[in-house]
C-alpha cells in the first residue's frame, strides 16, 4: 500500500523536492533519511540533484541518493515544492536544511492552520467539504543529534512525534547562535513563555538579546518539556 511522502533538501533559496510514493513512514522512508544524514556528503548529494521532466526523472530512491553523493547525477522528477503543501496527498515530509545542518520532520492530513509553517496557510478542500492545510511540523533534529543518537531511538521519537501531532513543533539537539536564528526582545521572549506553542511557530530557535552580547535560547527537549509543564499548570 502506497504512503505518498516528501523528501527535500533545502540550501540557500533553492529546495529540491523528491517525491516518494511507498512506504513514507518513519520505519520505512524515515530509516533512509537518517541513514543519508548519517553516512552521506549531503552537499555533494544536493550539487548532483537534478529536476528534470519526462520519462528518465526518478522519484526518491536511497540507492541513487547514494549515488549522487558519490559525484553522480540523480535526475529526479520535478516537484517545485507544492508536493508538502498538499496534506491530503503527502502523509509524512522530511525536510533537510543544509545551511542550518538540520532535519524537519512533518506529517500530513492537517486540518487546522499551523502559526509559523513556511509552507503558509492555504488549504485545499476535500468533497466532503474538510480543509486541509500544508503539512504540520512536528519535530526537528540537529544532524548533530542524529549522528550522536542510535538510528532506532531517532525512529522512535519520529513515531511519538507522528502518532502525538502536536503543532509545537520540538527540538532535538543543541543549536547555537548564528544564520537563521531570529532575534526578539526579553520582554516578549518572557511573554512566549506562558505560551509554548507561540514560541515554537517561530520555527527557528530564538536569541534573547541583552545589554551586553546575546545569549541563545536553545529549544532543547528538555526546556520543550518545563515549557509545556508550566502551560499545563497554567491552564489547570
Known amino acids: 500500500m502506497s504512503t505518498r511522502a516528501s523528501v527535500i533538501f533545502c540550501r540557500g533559496d533553492v529546495d529540491k523536492e523528491l517525491y516518494n510514493h511507498f512506504d513514507g513512514y518513519p520505519d520505512g522512508l524515515g530509516r533512509d533519511v537518517i541513514r543519508l544524514v548519517k553516512t552521506v556528503n549531503l552537499e555533494q548529494l544536493y550539487d548532483h540533484l537534478i529536476p528534470v521532466d519526462g520519462n528518465e526523472a526518478m522519484n526518491f530512491d536511497i540507492w541513487h541518493c547514494e549515488q549522487a553523493a558519490a559525484g553522480k547525477d540523480y535526475p529526479y522528477r520535478r516537484m517545485d515544492g507544492w508536493f508538502i503543501k498538499d496534506s491530503i496527498m503527502c502523509e509524512y515530509a522530511y525536510r533537510i536544511d543544509l545551511d542550518h545542518r538540520r532535519l ?3 506529517t500530513g492530513f492537517q486540518m487546522t492552520p499551523q502559526q509559523g509553517n513556511r509552507y503558509g496557510e492555504d488549504y485545499e ?4 467539504g474538510t480543509k486541509y492545510y500544508p503539512c504540520g511540523l512536528r519535530g526537528i533534529f540537529t544532524f548533530e543529534f542524529i549522528k550522536e543518537t542510535e ?5 522512535d521519537e519520529l513515531n511519538r512525534l507522528s502518532e502525538d501531532r502536536s503543532d509545537a513543533p520540538e527540538l532535538f539537539g543543541k543549536q547555537m547562535p548564528g544564520d537563521g536564528m531570529q532575534k526578539i526582545s526579553r520582554k516578549l521572549f518572557v511573554e512566549l513563555l506562558k505560551d509554548p506553542a507561540r514560541l ?5 530557535p530564538v536569541l534573547v538579546e ?3 552580547g ?15 509543564e508550566r502551560a499545563a499548570m497554567e491552564n489547570a
Open 214 to 228: 546575546g545569549t541563545a535560547v536553545c529549544m532543547s527537549r528538555e526546556l520543550y518539556g518545563k515549557l509545556k
Open 151 to 155: 538510528t532506532e531511538l531517532v525512529i
Open 210 to 212: 541583552e545589554k551586553k
Open 125 to 128: 478542500e476535500a468533497r466532503d
Open 104 to 106: 524537519e520532520f512533518y
Open 200 to 204: 515554537f511557530a517561530f520555527g527557528d
